[in-house]
Nanobody
Framework: QVQLVESGGGLVLPGGSLRLSCAASVNRFSIKTMGWYRQAPGKQRELVATITGGGPTNYTDSVKGRFTISRDIVKNTVNLQMNSLKPADTAVYYC?????????WGQGTQVTVSS
């Protein structure tokens, strides 16, 4: 069964914006932390941003001030607003949901920043 489904990826010019969304089918009250990770070609998967509950957030240094993670508990989604995108942000972006007894990943959505 599908637990996490990402959407919103695509091709954007440098300096542009994209909004990623991840819909979770797992019980919303059992989720402790949700996050976005990315993997560029030839590189390891890295953390982009996480949000715990509906509150505390954490960002990797390279996206601070440009990306914003948010969670809609009613809709059971986590979103990533990405502004001032750079070619270095090009990667497959993955959603993750962590609970006491589970650790789910989405299948990923491609983000390409190029002129």
């Amino acid at each position: 069964q599908v637990q996490l489904v990402e959407s919103g990826g695509g091709l954007v010019l440098p300096g542009g914006s994209l909004r990623l969304s991840c819909a979770a089918s797992v019980n919303r009250f059992s989720i402790k932390t949700m996050g976005w990770y990315r993997q560029a070609p030839g590189k390891q998967r890295e953390l982009v941003a996480t949000i715990t509950g509906g509150g505390p957030t954490n960002y990797t240094d390279s996206v601070k001030g440009r990306f914003t993670i948010s969670r809609d508990i009613v809709k059971n989604t986590v979103n990533l607003q990405m502004n001032s995108l750079k070619p270095a942000d090009t990667a497959v972006y993955y959603c993750r949901a962590i609970g006491v007894s589970f650790d789910y990943w989405g299948q990923g959505t491609q983000v390409t920043v190029s002129s």
